[in-house]
T-cell receptor, first 115, second 117 residues
Framework: AQTVTQSQPEMSVQEAETVTLSCTYD???????LFWYKQPPSRQMILVIR??????QNATENRFSVNFQKAAKSFSLKISDSQLGDAAMYFC????????????FGKGITLSVRP | GAVVSQHPSRVICKSGTSVKIECRSL??????MFWYRQFPKQSLMLMAT?????????EQGVEKDKFLINHASLTLSTLTVTSAHPEDSSFYIC?????????????FGPGTRLTVT
């Protein structure tokens, strides 16, 4: 079974600054995918970024980038130039490559952005 | 593209009644649909996985007789909460994996807020 740990329940960042959200996971799988999802107050789940475990290069999507450390089983999300619209709950999620796979979510972190 | 809708967006029902929530993939066919439950400020908890034409697979601890899932077509799955009680009040989210696409893709619906009085 997989576990995903987000140990920080809340974080705050000043607008235009950079913030890093932490995530660790535990698995015996060798092939898997990792995700960060954003859930704003509307509660619509939005995919922020995806990382394939077989790729060494860290994924980047505009202001969002990850630091994927496979050996350490760590997958942090960096948000650069934070904007007010980034305020949301962020979930780290794990998806193994095998059959009948399902997403395992971390507990989430609430990010607030100070103007 | 890849839009998933849920209906209703919010529903209030009396204790003891049943309520049905629909999940539709609007512009794609979904091989698999997932149903999640989310309490305020908490994570998504997977309730069940459904594939078109077959019985849903329920997660441990989820009562299959209480949460009936039907996946009658490649674009529609329904969750029926039977004999609802106040403790069933929650936010229910569905997601769908496209038939034509990679299996790790999941597109989420906007959720349904259920309040049982």
């Amino acid at each position: 079974a997989q576990t995903v740990t987000q140990s920080q329940p809340e974080m705050s960042v000043q607008e235009a600054e950079t913030v890093t959200l932490s995530c660790t996971y535990d698995t015996s799988e060798s092939d898997y995918y990792l995700f960060w999802y954003k859930q704003p107050p509307s509660r619509q789940m939005i995919l922020v970024i995806r990382q394939e475990a077989y790729k060494q290069q860290n994924a980047t999507e505009n202001r969002f980038s990850v630091n994927f450390q496979k050996a350490a089983k760590s997958f942090s999300l960096k948000i650069s130039d934070s904007q007010l619209g980034d305020a949301a709950m962020y979930f780290c999620a794990f998806y193994p490559s095998g059959a009948n796979s399902k997403l395992t979510f971390g507990k989430g972190i609430t990010l607030s952005v100070r103007p | 593209g890849a839009v998933v809708s849920q209906h209703p967006s919010r529903v209030i029902c009396k204790s003891g009644t049943s309520v049905k929530i629909e999940c539709r993939s609007l512009d794609f066919q979904a091989t698999t649909m997932f149903w999640y439950r989310q309490f305020p400020k908490q994570s998504l908890m997977l309730m069940a996985t459904s594939n078109e034409g077959s019985k849903a697979t329920y997660e441990q601890g989820v009562e299959k007789d209480k949460f009936l899932i039907n996946h009658a077509s490649l674009t529609l799955s329904t969750l029926t909460v039977t004999s609802a009680h106040p403790e069933d009040s929650s936010f229910y989210i569905c997601s769908a994996t496209p038939l034509a696409g990679v299996k790790y893709e999941q597109y989420f619906g906007p959720g349904t807020r259920l309040t049982v009085t």
